[in-house]
Nanobody, 124 residues
Framework: QVQLVESGGGLVQAGGSLRLSCAASGRTVSTNTMGWFRQAPGKERDFVAS????????YYTDSVKGRFTISRDNAKNTVYLQMNSLKPEDTAVYYCVARVGSHYYTGPADFGSWGQGTQVTVSS
């Protein structure tokens, strides 16, 4: 099991930027696929982005392509989500996740480790 702690959420105006960070701990952190989900009020948790263990493979949901960038620093056991050109519809609680294996899985049940979440609010 991997322990995950998110930070970096907050309130930002539409068009602005935020960078989320996720500090991971555990014996096999550097070999895990890492990712981000988000959950808006009254909605299900949706996949946002994932990155494989080496950082060379990434995958994004269509609505954030070209605006969000996922990256990782294995020396720091940290994964990042750079969010640019934010829109009000990006408002949600963002969760850091981890799994063993491919980074192409996008269902919540495919990820065994979850952080507590960080709130991102984008005002219009």
């Amino acid at each position: 099991q991997v322990q995950l702690v998110e930070s970096g959420g907050g309130l930002v105006q539409a068009g602005g930027s935020l960078r989320l960070s996720c500090a991971a701990s555990g014996r096999t952190v550097s070999t895990n696929t890492m990712g981000w989900f988000r959950q808006a009020p009254g909605k299900e948790r949706d996949f946002v982005a994932s990155i494989n263990w080496s950082g060379q493979g990434t995958y994004y949901t269509d609505s954030v392509k070209g605006r969000f960038t996922i990256s990782r620093d294995n020396a720091k056991n940290t994964v990042y989500l750079q969010m640019n050109s934010l829109k009000p519809e990006d408002t949600a609680v963002y969760y850091c996740v981890a799994r063993v294996g491919s980074h192409y899985y996008t269902g919540p049940a495919d990820f065994g480790s979850w952080g507590q979440g960080t709130q991102v609010t984008v005002s219009s």
